[in-house]
């Protein structure tokens, strides 16, 4: 068991063809940075207001990649810990943390939607 992120953009309205933009093991600071956006656009797809950051899916628009991708080259990913989530693994994780924000931007520009997901 373990903490497992996922980004991903899907193509159609009804969402069902998607395809990976990056996947993540136990990158704890960066399921922090999601789970304060998630928290800061009022808990999109939360099914009650107890519900944890688990299994929900946050759409990620053009500021908010921005914002990570400044965070990340800033050093400024908030340090986050949990039972399943490992150890901070920023630097680890830094260059594809970057190759996926630049992924993100060309399809965002595309009119794509690119979301995040985990699990753990």
């Known amino acids: 068991m373990g903490l497992d992120q996922?980004?991903?953009?899907?193509?159609?309205p009804e969402y069902?063809?998607?395809l990976m933009l990056a996947?993540?093991?136990k990158h704890p600071n960066l399921q922090g940075w999601m789970e304060r956006l998630w928290e800061e656009k009022g808990r999109p797809g939360a099914e009650s207001p107890t519900e944890t950051f688990n299994g929900v899916e946050l759409e990620l628009t053009?500021?908010?990649?921005?914002?990570l991708e400044f965070d990340i080259q800033e050093d400024n990913l908030?340090?986050?810990t949990g039972f399943f989530f490992g150890d901070d693994s920023d630097d680890y994780y830094k260059e594809q943390?970057?190759?996926?924000?630049k992924q993100a931007k060309a399809d965002l520009f595309l009119g794509l939607k690119v979301f995040y997901n985990s699990s753990w």
């Open 78 to 80: 908030p340090g986050t």
């Open 23 to 25: 996947e993540w093991r």
């Open 97 to 101: 943390d970057l190759e996926f924000v």
């Open 62 to 67: 053009w500021d908010d990649i921005e914002q």
């Open 16 to 18: 069902e063809n998607w």
């Open 6 to 12: 996922y980004a991903y953009i899907k193509f159609q």
